[in-house]
């Protein structure tokens, strides 16, 4: 079943630019079918110990279980933050056929 198979992956990025670029990167290379960029948002964190707020650009990021390593090892590589947001949420049910469009897009493991 195709949805055992696919991810959403969240992150934040600083602005609207980085957030073409790195989505542009993403489904180029492969390591994702689709990537959402969302209105910017304001974000309240904590980081060093002291409470922050920056305006982010939310990315949603469809892609498969097999290639989230490779997905979150560019993404990191690509993003200015020391510690980004980079979560997955797995997908427990969708429309077959958006699935299979997300799994057929997405480069395999296999290659190394």
Do not use: F
Request: a negative charge; glycine letters at 6%.
């Amino acid at each position: 079943m195709p949805s055992i198979d696919c991810l959403l992956v969240v992150c934040n990025v600083p602005d609207q630019q980085l957030a073409g670029q790195i989505a542009a990167t993403l489904v180029a290379e492969q390591l994702a079918a689709c990537v959402n960029i969302l209105p910017p948002c304001r974000s309240v964190y904590r980081w060093q110990g002291a409470v922050e707020q920056a305006e982010e650009t939310p990315l949603l990021i469809k892609t498969r279980r097999d290639a989230y390593p490779r997905l979150e090892s560019r993404l990191a590589q690509l993003h200015p933050y020391e510690v980004p947001e980079i979560i997955a949420l797995p997908l427990e049910r969708g429309l077959p056929s958006y699935l299979t469009w997300v799994s057929s897009c997405v480069l395999s493991s296999g290659g190394g």
